[in-house]
């Protein structure tokens, strides 16, 4: 019971901080914090974004990669330098009598496989050569493949190239000699190599993939490639992989077998402004890589299956919304000096902290957004502290105005624009004076607790002070469960009775659905009942220096208090004295009869709104009525039949009896029955 008390408590407290905001600054704080998750979630693919992500995640791998002090001893590069090329005076393409040489040594010195990245996409003289060279191999052979489809590497090779391309490798095939994709996938934007290619349709396998059958998951692998950084050892910087000219291998015979033997051969080359990379390491390195050492880093990751973990995109989701949520709490909580920068400092180190320690556990961090996580902390800590501060600037003006809780928006607006308004005066006014009364309240109160009763009372208030706003009343006192309400000052409009008819109608509705959906663990609550009258009183500030209310003073609020009183021995649930009828365009009163009011001794003329009731049975009973009241006896007839056939109306069957009782022209003294 208390748990659910505290939280409605939160939520009246949040229904009130939300009108404080207003619809425009909420809607406002609204699309800052949509913006904010948006960023957190999407940063990578949007435009001013996409950059920063990219630099980040640039810094996050250069700083915890994996530094090498000693060459991998499972794969050698075999590479066509510029020396080669000056000693062989032939540029493009690659001399392939020198490739066929390379060949038949590294054969005979048994390594593990070779994977050629040259394109053997146009004849040569040396074809042949090459051919039986690649027919006779006992090694393993992957020979570099591109296919001019658009999908693929239409970059790399022409039509034509890819026919010639298919017929050599055909022809090379009763060797050990295989196809092997050579494409590399850079990000468009910034052409840097950062993840594992998608393996297109139509194309073999990657280079990678095709040498080693070790950890076969990675063929369909495709997040980043965890590159091997050099370390510097005591001597030197040490390369990650051996690089041997090719032009020595025919001449070194078995001098460099053991850089052969066993191991992972790659051909290519390694020329001057040519098949050259960027990686994440360019940006502080300075240094681009060739494509055939792309390719021997991603056949070491595979050899190793460093294979960074990814990240669940329902994590990503959660962080995203926690950064957010983060963000606008850190903005709505009220903190100042030392505290504020202590919560700025924590979540904007943890929101710089956390993807570093992620990429330190080896967890794929390319696709993680780093600064959308910053930034929609960011959006969301503007858009909620803003109308957070909006609340308290309003909250604090509203304070040092010195102005009661319950006074109306317009009388706040007017003494903030003149606070001499403030005076203790007041003036004689026409005003609709309106009262209403929980039925049972008394006997209520004693049977639930104090809490629950407080609660209650509180959530009925507030609805029913909601409708008098809504319908531009002025909201005077409370006591107790009632409510004591007027229209007609500080601002007098020309429809004031009908908004406050309308007003006393909500107001009953409001809590006849009040009642309903109170709880099963409460009593029964009662009706709310309500009295309407026009008529003179004196309205303004009123009290003390210390404390001052704007209310109203006068008969017209004693009558108001009287009518909501009768409904009672009237059975009704509305009585509206025929002052206030009279100046009200609303066409739905049923007429109640002539009263004298407790403690009074005038009669007065009421009506009950019964805008429910059939229009023509509304107006029968209103023609009847006028003509008893002047003397016809057969209209009481009349309206004993009616009242017989809707025995269910409790007031109609009340009026008929009184009726009964005064005849004609006469009023009925509540009491007396």
């Not at 027919?135 to 658009?150: E, G, I, Y």
């Not at 009763?174 to 934007?189: C, F, W, Y």
């Not at 006192?477 to 109608?505: E, M, N, Q, S, T």
């Not at 108001?560 to 509206?576: C, D, F, Y």
Request: net charge negative.
């Amino acid at each position: 019971m208390a748990e659910a008390e505290e939280g409605n408590g939160w939520r009246a407290r949040l229904g009130r901080a939300l009108k404080q905001v207003g619809p425009a600054r909420l809607l406002l704080t609204l699309l800052f914090i949509a913006g904010g998750l948006y960023l957190a979630l999407f940063s990578r693919q949007l435009p001013l974004s996409a950059g920063a992500e990219r630099g980040l995640y640039d810094w996050r791998f250069y700083t915890f990669a994996e530094r090498v002090l000693e060459q991998d001893q499972r794969i050698t590069l075999v590479t066509y330098n510029d020396q080669t090329l000056a000693g062989l005076e032939k540029r493009s393409p690659l001399d392939r009598h020198l490739l066929a040489q390379a060949l038949r040594a590294i054969d005979a010195m048994n390594p593990r496989a070779i994977g050629i990245d040259i394109l053997i996409d146009q004849p040569q003289s040396e074809d042949e050569e090459l051919l039986q060279t690649l027919r006779t191999m006992h090694t393993p052979v992957w020979l570099a493949f591109a296919s001019s489809a658009a999908a693929n590497n239409p970059d790399q090779v022409a039509y034509e190239q890819e026919r010639f391309l298919r017929d050599f490798q055909r022809r090379a095939s009763a060797g050990p000699v295989r196809p092997t994709s050579i494409r590399q996938e850079p990000d468009a934007a910034d052409s840097v190599v950062r993840h594992w290619p998608v393996v297109r349709q139509g194309l073999p396998p990657l280079m990678a993939n095709a040498m080693t059958s070790d950890h076969p998951e990675f063929r369909s692998y495709t997040r980043g490639i965890d590159f091997l950084v050099p370390g510097t050892s005591r001597r030197d910087e040490v390369t990650v992989f051996a690089n041997l000219p090719i032009q020595l291998l025919p001449l070194a015979g078995d001098a460099l077998r053991s850089q052969i033997e066993g191991r992972y051969i790659l051909i290519g080359g390694d020329i001057n402004d040519q098949d050259d990379y960027a990686t994440p390491m360019t940006r502080f390195t300075e240094r681009q890589m060739k494509g055939l050492e792309v390719h021997a880093q991603m056949l070491a990751q595979q050899l190793d299956g460093r294979m960074p973990a990814a990240i669940p995109t329902w994590v990503l989701w959660l962080a995203a919304v926690t950064a957010v949520a983060a963000g606008g709490l850190t903005g709505f909580v009220d903190l100042r000096g030392w505290k504020l920068a202590l919560a700025l400092l924590v979540q904007v180190g943890l929101l710089a902290w956390l993807p570093f320690q992620l990429q330190a556990m080896h967890v794929d961090t390319l696709d993680l957004p780093a600064f959308g996580w910053a930034g929609g902390w960011v959006l969301a800590f503007i858009g909620v502290g803003t109308a957070a501060r909006s609340i308290g600037s309003e909250q604090r003006r509203f304070a040092q105005s010195a102005l009661g809780k319950y006074l109306p928006p317009d009388v706040a607006r007017q003494i903030m624009r003149d606070p001499s308004r403030l005076a203790l005066r007041g003036e004689k006014t026409q005003i609709f004076a309106l009262f209403t009364d929980l039925e049972g309240f008394t006997k209520l109160s004693h049977a639930i607790t104090p809490e629950t009763l407080s609660r209650l009372l509180n959530d009925y208030l507030d609805l029913m002070s909601d409708i008098v706003l809504k319908h531009g009343g002025t909201l005077d006192k409370f006591v107790g469960d009632a409510l004591v309400a007027f229209w007609g000052a500080p601002i007098a409009r020309d429809d004031d009775g009908d908004r406050a008819v309308a007003a006393g109608l909500a107001m009953y509705r409001c809590g006849e659905e009040f009642r309903a959906n109170a709880g099963a663990d409460i009593p029964p609550i009662g009706v709310t009942r309500v009295g309407l009258h026009r008529g003179e009183a004196v309205v303004g500030n009123f009290g003390g220096e210390g404390r001052i209310q704007y209310t109203a003073l006068g008969d017209a609020m004693n009558t108001g208090a009287r009518l909501e009183s009768a409904n009672k021995a009237l059975k009704t649930i509305m009585l509206v004295s025929d002052e206030a009828k009279g100046v009200s365009t609303l066409d739905i009163f049923r007429p109640m009869g002539r009263i004298v009011l407790s403690g009074r001794a005038t009669p007065v003329e009421v009506w009950e709104p019964a805008p429910d009731m059939d229009e023509a049975l509304r107006a029968s009973l209103n023609d009847l009525w006028r003509r008893f009241d002047g003397g016809e006896a057969a209209a009481l007839v009349q309206l004993e039949e009616i009242a017989a056939v809707h025995k269910e109306d409790a007031a109609l069957q009340e009026f008929v009896y009184r009726l009964r009782e005064v005849g004609p022209g006469g009023h009925f003294v509540l009491g007396s029955k």
